[in-house]
Structure formats: C-alpha cells, structure tokens
C-alpha cells in the first residue's frame, strides 16, 4: 500500500475500528475534533442543528448520548419525530462521519441521575436558568442572574438545575463514514438492525 494511504484506506473492517477510535478518543479528549459534534434533528416543514458536547458512549450497545435542557425546542421537535444525526468531522484526519438514529429522551430516571452526579459545578450552570433556552428577551442577557453568572454557588445550591436537565440518547441505526484522499476518497456505510452490522463500501 502506498505509505501516504492510512491502513484502512481500502479495508472495511478497519475503517469500522477506526469509527470507534474516533468517537472514544472524542468523548475522553475535549480538545478532538469529534467530542463537539453537530445534532440535527427535524420534522416535515423544517430542520434544526446546534453544537452539542459528547458525553456518552457504547460500542457495544451502539449509543452515544450528550445533555441538554428538557425546556429546549430540539426537544420539543424529537417529542414528534424522534429521528436525529449526529454530524462529527476532523479536519486533520479529514475524516466525517453521519451518526443516524432513533432518540430516546432521559429525563428524572436513572440515566439522568447517574449523569447529573457527574456533572461537575461549573456545567450545572447550564440548567439553572429561569427561562427555557431560545425565550426572548428586551435585552443581551446570558439567561442567568448575577450570582449564577459568576459561579456564586455552591454545589448544592444547583441541585434545582436537574428539573431541567435531561440526557438524549441516540440509539444508532446508520454510520456513514467519508475520507477525504487526494488518491480518492473512500466511502462507507454501516447499517446496524437487531445487533447486526451491514458493512458496504458507497461511492464517495
């Protein structure tokens, strides 16, 4: 193989090794590419998408998860159309991967009280608005009050912050992998049903 193509250039089973390695190291290293994906979600009439911050991972039960505001409108739209894509790319790599899969929302159970204790001091701030995320406002306003703002808070005050917090939970039916070559791009698909994989190379 010519010493500029990575291994898995031409190897399927190795670009499926290589979305592993991608996600993880994205979900342990806050500075990759891939530990702020795009989520997009959706209904007939429209589309929506923001950054989010990779929280959770599960090669084995194939999940990813991230946190987010039960007040916020993505939520609202998943309530209709729970279908959702995670859009990952690393410019380095040259790598962007197409996470497609069924929603479910995590709220006041068990996942979300795990998540929640792991939520450091800092992040909390987050959920402790008094308004939902997107309300208007007759001023620029980061949503929070003064004391909040400046992390004037103990760590039991923000306890309150999970009647807003919730985990989404992607339960993955579709990767779709692009590398990007100047010796030609490579493209992938991977289908999962009932635990099964279908692997099969697209043109790019």
Not at 22 to 27: A, D, Q, V
Request: aromatic share 10%; hydrophobic share 35%; proline share 4%.
């Amino acid at each position: 193989m010519n010493k500029n193509k990575p291994d898995y250039y031409d190897d399927i089973e190795k670009t499926y090794i290589k979305v592993w390695e991608l996600l993880s190291s994205g979900l342990k290293n806050r500075n990759a590419p891939f530990h702020i994906p795009v989520f997009i979600c959706g209904g007939r009439n429209m589309s929506d998408g923001r950054i989010v911050v990779l929280r959770g991972l599960d090669e084995k039960k194939k999940k990813l998860w991230f946190h987010s505001d039960i007040r916020s409108k993505k939520v609202k739209i998943l309530k209709s159309n729970p279908i959702g894509c995670l859009l990952f790319y690393d410019k380095t790599e040259k790598i962007q991967l197409r996470v497609i899969g069924k929603i479910k929302i995590n709220y006041k159970n068990k996942i979300t009280d795990k998540s929640w204790k792991k939520t450091v001091h800092m992040s909390r701030q987050c959920y402790l608005g008094n308004k939902p995320p997107g309300s208007s406002s007759d001023m620029p306003t980061s949503g929070l009050s003064e004391n909040i703002d400046n992390l004037k808070y103990s760590l039991e005050e923000s306890e309150i912050g999970y009647e807003n917090f919730c985990v989404i939970e992607t339960n993955i039916k579709s990767i779709e992998w692009l590398y990007l070559a100047a010796k030609g791009h490579r493209r992938a698909i991977f289908d999962i049903k009932n635990g099964f994989i279908t692997k099969k190379w697209l043109i790019p």
